[in-house]
């Protein structure tokens, strides 16, 4: 079966089961496991013949020819005895349960991935078809799953602006599904791809357009450095883990019995070394401000009832999550580290602990490019977001941030996640104005404006939320986006207000009946 009818038919399966009331997250992860342990089998023969770690008893054998009953016990204690493997073994199966009820169509999705050899599929057919069911997951409101997805246009924007080289490495505290790992993966094996000049997201090869497809300009060794040595990444919740882990591993990214590149710990708890510093940080943190830990600075906590956790390497203490991402990202670069990151616009202009931190961040990196987004492109509903560039640099008493070059995505353009995507088209105006050639050598346009670092520091609260041009359909309502375009703007202005309103709210005293 060529790779387009597999695609089709792994999604026509999955619509058969959402009759049943599996979702596409209990869907994803029912695939993850048999998928893994089919090509742990496959692996196992020659000519590979890889130690997979997977105990007889337990492997793709033991499950064919299973029907009903017996299928059904078999599986779960297949589940349950992977889940305290080692290595990426039991990082895939970790708390792994069986979330089809029916013994028949479980059966049926065996058969189904036992009669392909998944190894001999192109990895960007493999990877094209998990990444469209990650995205189907993320779309699917009650699944929750939009919070670890990143727009990938948004990605593969900032992926042609970074540029990474071989041989270097790239975290991720908070990678979600792997969106930012994989495109810089792309970007390292292909260099500038031909499908972000054509507009593209990524090379689709369901699309059979053989004039863009890529060719890896790495040797054997830088090869073998992106796939096992390159990325680090850290994801708290297990099944997201698990499908960023397989995600990645369909894209040769990580080895089937080694180490998982992902680990199942909050970066925030884990403190920084010489060690495990990178060349690039690339990062989404998650949306919502409000923590339950306290990260304290070396002067100690502020709140002594709260959960308090010390990093002596951050400027200040706080519970704003995303303050502590950006100090922890800080900390995380080598001194000639380079980060792009996705951060909500309190960030920028948070008075308290975030002036203090933004006035450090400013002295102590050259924060260079903000990209100031527009609404309706995260599944997080009213979330208002940029990406900050920005280059770290040794200790010294030198202040490194000599101005910001700002870009205004979000004044006039109008997005939704359906009917009005925002494309990597929308986005290669932005690439042009970085200039990421020479990122020294740049020109104002009508949405690409310059401030020096005196303007911005003497700025209140050395605020960054800076807008400059007119919002026309405040003055012509001919101007207004269309209806269904202007109603998701206001929900999202709106479910903004009401999270800002419950961070406010959280932590202060309750009155009682008397």
Known sequence: MNAPALVQKVWNYCHTLRDDGVGYGDYLEQLTYLLFLKMAHEYAQPPYVRDTKVPTEYNWESLRGLTGEKLEDHYRRVLKNLAGAPGMLGAIFYKAENKIPDPAKLSRIVT???NENWISLDADAKGDLYEGLLQKN??????????YFTPRPLID??????????????????????GFFLSASDWIAYGDPQWIQKGMSHWNPSKHDETIVPKSKLNKAQAQSLRDKTFRGNEIVPSTRRMCLMNLFLHNIGSIDGQPEVERADALLTPITG???VDYVLANPPFGKKSSVTITNAEGGEDKDALTYERQDFW????NKQLNFLQHIVSSLKDTGKAAVVLPDNVLFEGGAGERIRRKWLNNCDVHTILRLPTGIFYANGVKANVVFFDNAARDEKIHTKGIWFYDLRTNTHFTLKQRPMTLN????????????NR????ETERFKHYS????????????DIFWLKDDSLDNLDNLPPPDVLQQEIIDHLEAALAAFKDVTVGLPTSSAQ
């Open 138 to 147: 993320a779309e699917d409101t009650k699944s929750g799953a939009g919070q």
């Open 275 to 277: 060690e495990n510093k």
């Open 453 to 464: 670092y005196d303007e911005l520091i003497n700025r209140d609260k050395a605020s960054l």
């Open 426 to 437: 929308d986005l290669k105006d932005f690439i042009k104005c970085y200039n990421p050639e």
């Open 157 to 178: 924007a900032i992926l042609a602006c970074v540029q990474p080289e071989p041989e270097k490495t790239i975290a991720d505290p908070a990678c979600g599904t792997g």
């Open 112 to 114: 189904m991935i036992d």
């Open 440 to 443: 020294h050598e740049r020109e």
């Open 316 to 319: 200040a203490t706080t519970t």
